[in-house]
């Protein structure tokens, strides 16, 4: 596909900062340098150079004015990042120059960039495919440093590899079945039917490691969100502040100090976990605590994990019991929490066992940092029933996700058309739209408008 007009816009985020990027690519980006660019007298820019770096100034041709001082990068097509010719101006970070020089290059002839537009373009012209263009953004968004690992293996093709062996499997399967349908008037049967099932057997189960991947993605990619929750005043947001080691909550000793929630990312063994510290639950007394509840039931519902927190020197109240049948029947991953384990202790650990047979509570001191590591330990365990990491893993996003399990369906009504001995063409039919669904994931087959919808995600200037 030729793509005539040249892109440009800013890449690097607005405001005050070192340097700023203004970047171009398309077939007249050179031209439109040569135009803007003014090296120091004496100088000379070999414009049929690549990867090099020239020193000089933005002049306005209008005006002749200097605009800014600024390295120029040349890039000759096709070894770019969009496969065509790339020119990035390196200027300095304040909002105006950048401004001003992306205005210049606009008024020589570039187009205003969509956003995801050049790595739209790097997908276009054949240099990586969809799957890696979309990591492209997992990259940039990346929450730890693991999630960045898997976003960079799936941006080298990791799970295009995949998907292309999971492919050739199919087609290889299909185009046996298609010779079969060809020649079904002389009765020859190119595969056994219980090969048949072997084949669909073994891309079923390929499919099926690929969704759990996804799982263990998405853990990755959107975090785990985990609610502290329990009566006033146990420790909650002391909690909050000894994990993310700075006074981010306020705490005191008048229950009901906290009326928000109050959300944060921290990093546990390589997780990406969203804390959530809520209103302490009780009695509801007025409009705003009504408010408060109302905000701690919605993150308990949406929670991935509950950390109950009790108070380890009082005993327990009527308050704690109520919070104890609530989050119960929510049915979430739970830790119990023994707080304050630095005061004399009067809590009946029998009586909380009676509440939660199966748990062995966590005690700590949020305040002295007391079994704060053991705390870690357990919720990094939380996780690990739910995702099985193991070292190579890459990120799968939830599109390329619903593209797997549409492959995973048509699959198994492949195998139940084989049991039910149907012919050979509704088996055909059933893997040929599997192959169309993992065609999605790399974007073989994919409309203008679902391709606009992805790089929709990304920033301007990406
Ligand atoms: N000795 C001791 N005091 C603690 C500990 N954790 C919290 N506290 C104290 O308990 C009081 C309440 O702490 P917060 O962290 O505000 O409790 P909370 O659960 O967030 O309370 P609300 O926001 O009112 O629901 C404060 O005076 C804290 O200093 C602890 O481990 N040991
Ligand atoms: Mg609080």
Redesign the pocket.
């Given at each position: 596909m030729i793509r005539e007009d040249t892109i440009a816009a800013i890449s690097t985020p607005i405001g005050t900062s070192g340097i700023g990027i203004v970047r171009m690519s398309g077939d007249k980006a050179f031209s439109i340098a040569k135009k803007i660019f003014y090296p120091p007298t004496h100088t000379r820019v070999n414009w049929s150079s690549s990867l090099k770096m020239h020193y000089g100034w933005i002049v306005d041709p209008e005006t002749k004015e200097r605009v800014d001082e600024v390295l120029l990068s040349l890039m000759q097509a096709p070894r770019t990042y969009t496969r065509e010719h790339v020119v990035e101006i390196n200027c300095h970070g304040g909002v105006v120059p950048l401004r001003k020089v992306l205005e210049i290059c606009l008024k020589q002839g570039a187009r205003l960039a969509q956003p995801g537009e050049f790595t739209k373009r790097a997908f276009l012209n054949g240099r990586i495919d969809l799957s890696q263009a979309e990591s492209v953004l997992d990259i940039v968004q990346a929450k730890t440093e693991k999630a960045l690992k898997m976003a960079v293996k799936a941006q080298a093709g990791e799970l295009s590899k995949l998907i292309h062996s999971l492919r050739e499997d199919m087609v290889d399967i299909l185009s046996l079945l298609e010779a079969e349908i060809d020649f079904a008037h002389e009765e020859i049967e190119m595969l056994p039917e219980k090969e048949k099932e072997r084949y669909l057997n073994s891309s079923i189960q390929k499919v099926e490691n690929l969704l759990e991947r996804a799982k263990t993605s998405q853990v990755y990619r959107e975090g785990v969100k985990t609610v502290i929750a329990?009566?006033?005043?146990?420790?909650?947001?002391?909690?909050?502040?000894n994990l993310l080691e700075r006074e981010r909550?306020?705490?005191?000793?008048?229950?009901?100090?906290?009326r928000d929630t109050i959300e944060e990312t921290i990093n546990i063994k390589g997780f990406p976990v969203i804390l959530i510290?809520?209103?302490?639950l009780g009695a509801i007394r007025n409009l705003l605590v009504k408010k408060s509840m109302e905000r701690t039931h919605h993150s308990l519902i949406e929670a991935d994990i509950i950390l109950l927190?009790v108070?380890g020197?009082s005993p327990l109240e009527k308050e704690d019991k109520e919070i104890f049948v609530r989050v119960k029947n929510l049915n979430k991953q739970l830790l119990l929490i023994i707080?304050?384990?630095?005061?004399p202790q009067r809590i009946d650990k029998n009586k909380l066992k009676e509440d939660f047979p199966d748990l062995a509570p966590v005690e700590?001191?949020?305040?002295?940092g007391?079994g704060i590591d053991k705390l870690k330990e357990d919720v990094a365990k939380c996780i690990l029933k739910k995702v099985h990491p193991i070292d190579e893993e890459f990120m799968v996003n939830v599109r390329q996700n619903e593209c797997l399990k549409k492959t995973k369906k048509c699959l198994l009504r492949a195998k139940e058309s084989l049991r039910n001995r149907l012919s050979e063409e509704f088996l055909a039919l059933e893997i040929r739209e599997a192959i169309a669904s993992l065609d999605e994931i790399t974007g073989k087959r994919l409309g203008e408008e679902v391709l606009d919808r992805i790089f929709s995600n990304f920033c301007i200037g990406k």
């Open positions: 329990g009566k006033t005043n146990v420790g909650k947001s002391s909690l909050l502040n909550a306020i705490v005191s000793s008048i229950p009901g100090t906290t510290d809520t209103a302490g927190m108070d020197s707080n304050k384990i630095d005061l700590i001191s949020a305040t002295k007391t």
